[in-house]
């Protein structure tokens, strides 16, 4: 997942493609303080509440934040980020790199399923990734450096890159759109709504506008289970699945209202997790128009903005202000605090530049309340330079259009799903990157994120890194605001989940009290 409207990144703050309008569907069955009562073959099953219903379940094609909810826990990937990032095995157990860098040979686990019973092998690795490459898939991009892909034995999968990858691992394993499926699912087109996949639950059924049913793979690889199944029951509206929470009705969400947080923080009736993220939100000015095309002019909006006041109005405080992308806590993080909110530097710098007044019109989605919480912010920050921002407030379908024609002076967006540093700045700030949507062009950063590309050497690569996010923020691509939280809520009863940095809801190691697999 890339940005905050598309998980696999196609343009600048796409990103995880449009969010789908669901409908309000309250939890149905249920009177107060009871549990939903599954019954039957759904005893024991952990209910779940997201946000919303995903579009499809086929993880080549689905682009929805909601569909990766549920396929985290059906398909496999062939290494897995862990709870620090870091890219563990998975499907593969152990993988070799060739001297020159250029050819990675993946080793297979053995006796690894499909949910339908079909023995796992190499060519199902490889029909996954031609199918990605060859119809030009979500996830397509992160093939970019890949020359062949091809099944050197039943267990033996060896991609050939272009060049040294240091970010393959990355690239192959952090996103559920680089999942390993079944041939036969996807031709017999069943995918979209019946998936099948090796992970530790298998798809049971759908009820549309209601729920997904999981149900526990018992011959999983990676040891059966904890619960008989998972419900993701779709309930758009945070302060009822907070309810149902608190009711005892549902057993874990993440759609949680963040002005409730410091609340909740002292309810034992739940367990709450409010985690950092690497997920980033940021300001982009279209640098084809004037005056923003002057340097000087984006520091001084840079300079007159204030964070914090960003970060209370869009999440409560739960985010943390950010000069940068990558956030403190993070291996990659780089240290900058340049952009203080300075009026005095700010009138300067646009007096330098020439400028005594102007107009601004700022592109925001109401499918993206954050952004329409924060301009009015930013509105009041630019008024004393003499700036008048113009809000302009369209749906997320014609965001989309407006930003990828260049037609706005600034817009804000968030993107996720980021691990490897190339996932935070080559695609929105290299001259040539696929979603510079604010048409940013510096040589020399265009050198460091090429050069940040091959770099094989951990220290090395991490200083070139450094070296290139500096130059952007001083430059002002984006201004940075800040890197919002995870936040998830569960039940006392639900033991053996863990919230993550990266969001993923994986249910393969909880288990619950009050009800546990047959």
């Known amino acids: 997942m890339r940005t905050r ?40 099953y952990l209910i779940a509440a997201i946000a919303g219903e995903p579009d499809q379940l086929d993880p080549h094609k689905t682009t929805a934040y909601f569909s990766f ?36 040979t ?26 990605i490459i060859d119809e030009r898939l979500a996830t397509a991009d992160r093939f970019s450096a890949v020359a062949d892909v091809r099944a050197a034995d039943a267990r033996t999968v060896v991609i050939r890159v272009h060049r ?28 979209a709504t019946h998936p099948i996949g090796t992970g530790p639950f298998a798809f049971a059924d759908r009820a549309s506008g209601d729920s997904i049913t999981l149900r526990a793979n018992a011959a999983y690889w990676g040891g059966r289970p904890g619960v008989a199944g998972v419900v993701f029951r779709f309930i758009p509206e945070p302060s009822t699945a907070l309810s149902a929470l608190q009711a005892g009705e549902i057993d874990w969400t993440d759609s949680v209202p963040p002005q409730r947080v410091a609340q909740l923080r002292n309810d034992d009736s739940v367990r709450l997790a409010v985690t950092a993220s690497n997920d980033y939100w940021y300001l982009a000015l279209n640098n084809a128009r004037r005056p923003w095309s002057d340097v000087r002019v984006r520091q001084a909006i840079a300079y007159a903005v204030d964070r914090d006041a960003i970060v209370q109005v869009t999440s409560y405080g739960t985010a943390e202000a950010n000069q940068l992308a990558i956030p403190h806590g993070n291996p990659w993080f780089t240290d900058y605090h340049r952009y203080h909110r300075d009026l005095g530097t700010a009138r300067e710098l646009l007096a ?13 989605t109401a499918d993206y309340p954050e952004t329409v919480t924060a301009a009015q912010v930013i509105a009041d920050n ?4 003499g700036i008048t921002v113009r809000i302009r407030t369209v749906d997320f379908a014609t965001w989309l259009d407006e930003q990828n024609t260049g037609n706005f002076d600034m817009l804000m967006m968030g993107w996720l799903g980021n691990i490897d ?35 094989m050497n951990h220290q090395a690569r991490r200083r070139i890194y450094a070296e290139a996010a500096t130059r952007i923020a001083d430059q002002v691509s984006y201004v940075f605001l800040y890197n919002s939280a995870v936040i998830q809520a569960w039940s006392p009863a639900l033991t053996g989940f863990e919230s993550r940095r990266d969001g993923a809801v ?3 190691t909880a288990t619950l009290a009050h009800g546990s697999a047959p």
Not at 170 to 190: D, F, H, L, P
Not at 429 to 452: E, I, K, M, Y
């Open 5 to 44: 409207a598309s998980a696999a990144g196609a343009g600048a703050a796409l990103a995880p493609v449009a969010l789908l309008m669901v409908l309000v569907v309250l939890v149905a069955g249920c009177s107060t303080g009871q549990r939903v009562s599954l019954g039957g073959d759904r005893a024991g």
């Open 69 to 104: 909810e549920v396929l985290e826990n059906v398909f496999d990937t062939l290494v897995a980020p862990d709870a620090n990032l870091e890219m563990r095995p998975a499907l593969a157990e152990s993988w070799t790199v060739s001297p020159d860098q250029l050819t990675w």
């Open 106 to 131: 993946f080793r297979l686990r053995s006796g690894v399923t499909f949910h339908d019973g079909s023995p796992l092998t190499a060519e199902d690795v490889v029909y996954s990734y031609r199918r």
């Open 164 to 191: 040294p990858t240091p970010n393959l691992l990355t690239n192959i394993g952090g996103y559920k759109g680089m999942a390993i499926v079944s041939r036969r699912n996807v031709e017999s087109g069943q995918i």
């Open 352 to 364: 330098q530049a020439g400028v005594e007044r102007a107009e601004l019109d700022m592109l925001v």
């Open 382 to 385: 630019l008024a004393p330079l």
């Open 421 to 455: 540093p190339d996932d935070f700045y080559y695609a929105q700030h290299h001259t040539n990157g696929t979603s510079n949507a604010q048409r940013f062009s510096d040589p020399q950063v265009d050198r460091l994120l090429d050069a940040g590309r091959v770099e």
């Open 506 to 508: 994986r249910f393969r």
